[in-house]
């Protein structure tokens, strides 16, 4: 970069630890162009204030020497990321991320492509030197075919290191962006067409009309191992044959700027809005003894639905309650079942090992809980579960009701459930008062409520055939 | 307000009533929850939610709205975790505010989505590359996780830090009553010295982590070291039924709860068992450890060891002198069982 100031740049280059008017890249560079063309550019559209460029890892690491503009460094490959983060949450902002090739086509190529597609209202320009200019010029995804580098020192074969990537082609068969153009820095006349190129991209930052990339081919003297004039001449030349300049896409005249955000709540009012969701504050009673309970069967028997109900009606109690699903693999396998407490003081374990109170719809759910319930403890299970054959404990009372038949016969043979929740109410084995049980058996249903009756009714025959049936 | 609420929903309130102006999320058994509420919660409010492409992608998204001085977060789990590592380095490198929230599975590897306690390390010593923590916070319950991610916000923007809460897939998944907190809290202050908002006040505002000058980098880190030690103040720890003692438990997080349920059992046949919790893991609550080298202790985890022997590194730095610890662990999704826990107990006395 030459030492002329250029407006909108620093003055002098302090940042870099010396207080300097040349930079750090080497004679020949594009960066320090492309540099000078973005910064003038934003100070021509009066944007300096508003603009965050994030530079990449790569020989532009150091552009916030010179940039007089908001800077954040991203880590490799993850400009766009970085930039999309700043671009929602500051709508106001221009955002630039600067990358290279090996930045943005190697590592970083899924952030690239991802910030593209969603059309993030940013311009991404990508300097093309088809090298790894910082590391000492490694193969890049850019390089040309034949071209030697550190790791391609017989020159990069199609057949093993793949076809040069062209990103700038690859863009443009996204739905989102808005803008796609390549230039290059190899010369003065390509200089002006860049110029033209870059300010047009930042106008539509300006604009907020969504994302523009820009691909800048330029010349890196120092990685091809060549002059400052054949390596701009290896710009023009060979570059130019697999990476042809030109605007790939404008669709700047239909695109337009995002909408202002809908009017949002704040947050309490947000909570407030479930209202009937509310419950009272647990309290600590030494008189009630924390029960310990298994509900478990298979998918569709309604079974997580029961363990929320029981602490639905324990939180309306001034309980203290935890419920802990099965979830992930296990529950796709069929298998349902959740564990929950309820209790007079503070909960410890979530994880019932030795239940007090185990419900069980199905057999081999009551072949796994039911060694595990405790001595003293109380089983409730389907009828049709059991058999000669079932399992069996002589120091736990078992007490089996007809759910999934009498379910079945009053409406809906999903509603098992229902039925096994009239048992627990009756036999009083919870410890909840009725209204509360009453009133959860309802507001578990509150995204359904379609439901509400017929699972009622299923309830009030649940009931009736307890009242008879059970002590 | 009492709510119902699901652990990883209670992250989402929590970071609400924080201010959190934006989630970054990839799903993953089992946080995705919390990905799932932040997607229908946020922009209800009027914040940002952004499904990321990957892990990777997510904690530089929020490194970039951290940067800009806006509160962001992520969840995730245990291979999610490992793919921030590098983006936690640089923010903590950098001096970028941000919470993620580690809804720990078990591993190695795939391993499955079941409770462990094995990304211990990864969160207490650095995980990434470089001398750097993050501040790290361990919850136990549905309550805990709403409140701790509220302060999580706090303390990362009072140290410019990643503050990771520690949680699992049990706190995760469980559903239990939890207070809403009462209002929101207030922005944090300070902001607009150091953050980059595209504003002219910020213009001159840059973050960046290279300084190839060996002398600048080695006083930077001396800089982060310090201020780790100032939040030693930030450490803390709960303890439970544990002034009479003989045996104390040390446990954080889900297996702490375990721990609890074992003190009253054997506390119910006479054994004076106690509970020593630590709230936060880094900063240690050291000072209040080494309180308790003279009784008997024992670990109970869920991961190899890894807690156990920061505890006795603990002891070792605070001391000079490392009393017997026992440990009862389970590794591979299996919680611990009160049982075993209690067991150890007897044994002791
Ligand atoms: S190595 Fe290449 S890209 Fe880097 S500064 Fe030198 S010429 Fe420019």
């Not at chain 2, 702490?256 to 068992?273: E, F, K, N, P």
Request: glycine letters at 10%; aromatic letters at 8%; charged letters at 20%.
């Amino acid at each position: 970069m030459s030492t002329k100031r250029t407006v909108g740049m620093f003055e002098s280059f302090d940042r870099s630890g010396r207080a300097t008017r040349s930079s750090h890249y080497c004679a020949g560079c594009g960066h320090g162009i492309l540099h000078k063309l973005i910064t003038e550019a934003l100070v021509e559209l009066g944007l300096q204030d508003r603009t965050v460029v994030v530079s990449p890892i790569g020989c532009a690491v150091f552009g916030y020497y010179y940039w007089d503009v908001g800077n954040i460094g991203a880590a490799h490959g993850r400009a766009p990321a970085v930039a999309t983060a700043v671009s929602r949450t500051i709508p106001q902002a221009v955002v630039v991320a600067y990358q290279g090739d090996g930045d943005l086509a190697a590592i970083g190529f899924n952030c690239a492509v991802q910030a593209a597609n969603r059309g993030e209202r940013m311009v991404t320009f990508m300097v093309n030197n088809c090298t790894y200019g910082m590391t000492g010029g490694q193969m890049s995804p850019t390089s040309l075919l034949g071209q030697r580098t550190l790791t391609s020192p017989q020159g990069r074969e199609a057949a093993t290191e793949g076809h040069p990537l062209r990103v700038a082609e690859l863009f443009n068969q996204l739905q989102a962006p808005v803008y796609i153009a390549r230039c290059s820095v190899a010369d003065t006349k390509r200089i002006f067409q860049t110029k033209q190129i870059v300010r047009k991209a930042l106008e539509l930052q300006r604009d907020g009309k969504g994302y523009a990339y820009v691909e800048v081919l330029s010349p890196c003297p120092t990685a091809m191992g060549l002059d400052a004039l054949a390596s701009a001449r290896f710009t023009a030349e060979q570059m130019e044959q697999v990476f042809p300049l030109g605007v790939i896409r404008d669709h700047s005249t239909q695109a337009v700027p995002l909408p202002p955000p809908a009017p949002a709540c704040s947050v309490p009012d947000f909570f407030a809005r479930y209202r009937d969701r509310d419950f009272p504050a647990p309290v600590e009673d030494a008189t009630y003894t924390e029960r310990r309970m298994i509900v478990a069967g298979s998918g569709g028997q309604g079974i997580l639905v029961l363990g929320l109900c029981l602490i639905e009606a324990g939180a309306l109690a001034q309980r203290f309650v935890t419920w802990y699903p099965t979830y992930g693999p296990e529950q796709r396998g069929g298998f349902a079942s959740c564990a929950l407490v309820i209790g007079g003081r503070t909960i410890g374990s979530p994880h019932v090992e030795h239940p007090d109170i185990l419900v069980c719809l199905t057999r081999p759910m009551l072949e796994r809980f039911l060694p595990l319930v405790k001595p003293g403890g109380v089983v409730f299970c389907d009828t049709m579960i059991l058999g000669p054959d079932a399992p069996s404990r002589p120091d736990v009372r078992i007490v089996a009701v007809p759910a999934t038949e009498l379910a079945a016969a009053n409406g809906s043979s999903r509603a098992a459930n229902t039925v096994m929740l009239t048992a627990l109410l009756h036999t009083r084995v919870t410890g909840l008062p009725e209204e509360a049980i009453l009133h959860a058996r309802d507001a578990t249903l509150r995204k359904k409520p379609s439901l509400i009756a017929l699972n009622r009714h299923v309830f009030d025959a649940g009931l009736a055939w307890c009242r008879q049936n059970l002590p | 307000m009492v709510r119902l609420m699901k652990g990883n929903e209670a992250v989402v309130a929590g970071a609400l009533y924080a201010g959190c102006d934006a989630f970054f999320g990839y799903p993953i058994t089992p946080a995705s929850e919390i990905a799932h509420a932040a997607a229908e919660w946020l922009p209800a409010v009027g914040r940002v939610f952004i499904q990321a492409e990957c892990e990777t992608a997510s904690i530089n998204m929020v490194y970039g709205a951290g940067a800009a001085g806006k509160l962001a977060m992520t969840a995730t789990s245990g291979p999610g975790m490992s793919l921030m590592q590098e983006g936690l380095s640089y923010m903590a490198g950098t001096g970028i505010p941000g919470v993620v929230v580690n809804i720990q599975r078990a591993g190695p590897a795939l391993g499955n989505v079941y409770t462990e306690q094995a990304d211990y390390n990864q969160a207490v010593k650095g995980g990434g590359h470089g001398s750097y923590h993050a501040m790290v916070l361990a919850p136990a319950s549905v309550q805990e996780l709403c409140d701790g991610t509220m302060r999580a916000f706090a303390l990362a923007f009072q140290y410019r830090t990643p503050v990771i809460v520690l949680s699992d897939a049990a706190q995760g998944q469980m559903t239990e009553s939890m207070r809403l907190p009462v209002v929101e809290h207030d922005r944090p202050a300070g902001v607009a010295a150091w953050a980059v908002q595209g504003t002219a006040a910020s213009r001159g505002n840059l973050h960046t982590s290279i300084f190839l000058d060996v002398d600048v980098l080695e006083g930077i880190n001396r800089d982060l070291q310090r201020k780790y030690a100032a939040m030693q103040v930030e450490a803390a720890a709960e303890e439970y039924r544990i002034d009479d003692a003989e045996v104390v438990f040390l446990a954080y997080g889900t297996s702490s709860r375990i721990a609890r349920t074992a003190v009253d059992q054997l506390r119910a046949t006479g054994v004076r068992a106690g509970l020593f919790r630590p709230l936060t893991l880094f900063p240690f609550p050291r000072e209040a450890l080494c309180r308790l080298a003279d009784r008997k202790l024992v670990v109970v985890e869920m991961s190899c060891g890894q807690f156990r022997e920061d505890v006795i590194g603990q002891f070792a730095a605070g001391i000079r002198k490392v009393p017997e610890v026992q440990l009862v662990h389970r590794m591979g999704g299996v919680l611990v069982s009160v049982d075993a826990v209690a067991e150890a107990a007897r044994k002791l006395v």
